[in-house]
T-cell receptor, first 113, second 112 residues
Framework: DSGVTQTPKHLITATGQRVTLRCSPR?????VYWYQQSLDQGLQFLIQ???????AKGNILERFSAQQFPDLHSELNLSSLELGDSALYFC????????????FGQGTRLTVV | SQKIEQNSEALNIQEGKTATLTCNYT??????LQWYRQDPGRGPVFLLL?????KEKRKERLKVTFDTTLKQSLFHITASQPADSATYLC???????????FGKGTTLSVSS
């Protein structure tokens, strides 16, 4: 158990809908990262938050947004969903600003139908 | 932007042999490199981190090398076991040092 909790584990939704994925980092970790993993693309970095502030952006679509709350949990919001958004979404956390060892959650499997 | 290539998508070896996986990167010099293991449907699990001033690092049956001249890391599993079957991912920090960028991984299958 990595100590990172993601909910829900599975999500099935229709195209055009909006969903929210939730992540609770390991106790004491200030950084949260979101990744998308699809079969053909591998793990793609989406966005990072450190202690409530956005720190880095990767290949995140404009339809997607995230935030980190004062209790350090994070949410990833995906809107106007398309079939191609179906993927595993992982949250990871680490202790500091700079990524050293990252601890991953078990992921949320999103299926858009 | 940096690019990471892992030598092959799949590697099949027999139990007891040494598995060697390759990670090549281009376009910059990272301060460190990491290796992760991922089982199907699960999140990656950290295995080893090697820094640019370290040539080699070991942990039990695992050994990682880091050649900054060749821009290459080798990941070895000695005395491999069927339980080592998984996908192994190489990861580097982005140039800003703010996020990990992953290779697509090599899927290792160890047969008994």
């Amino acid at each position: 158990d990595s100590g990172v909790t993601q909910t829900p584990k599975h999500l099935i939704t229709a195209t055009g809908q909006r969903v929210t994925l939730r992540c609770s980092p390991r106790s004491g970790d200030l950084s949260v990262y979101w990744y998308q993993q699809s079969l053909d693309q591998g793990l793609q970095f989406l966005i990072q938050y450190y202690n409530g502030e956005e720190r880095a952006k990767g290949n995140i679509l404009e339809r997607f947004s995230a935030q980190q709350f004062p209790d350090l949990h994070s949410e990833l919001n995906l809107s106007s969903l398309e079939l191609g958004d179906s993927a595993l979404y992982f949250c990871a956390s680490s202790a500091g600003r700079t990524n050293t060892e990252a601890f991953f959650g078990q992921g949320t499997r999103l299926t858009v139908v | 932007s940096q690019k990471i290539e892992q030598n092959s998508e799949a590697l099949n070896i027999q139990e007891g042999k040494t598995a060697t996986l390759t990670c090549n990167y281009t376009n910059y010099s990272p301060a460190y490199l990491q290796w992760y293991r991922q089982d199907p449907g699960r999140g990656p699990v950290f295995l080893l981190l090697i820094r640019e001033n370290e040539k080699e690092k070991r942990k039990e049956r695992l050994k990682v090398t880091f050649d900054t001249t060749l821009k290459q890391s080798l990941f070895h599993i000695t005395a491999s076991q069927p339980a080592d079957s998984a996908t192994y991912l190489c990861a580097l920090p982005n140039q800003a040092g703010t996020a990990l960028i992953f290779g697509k991984g090599t899927t290792l299958s160890v047969s008994s």
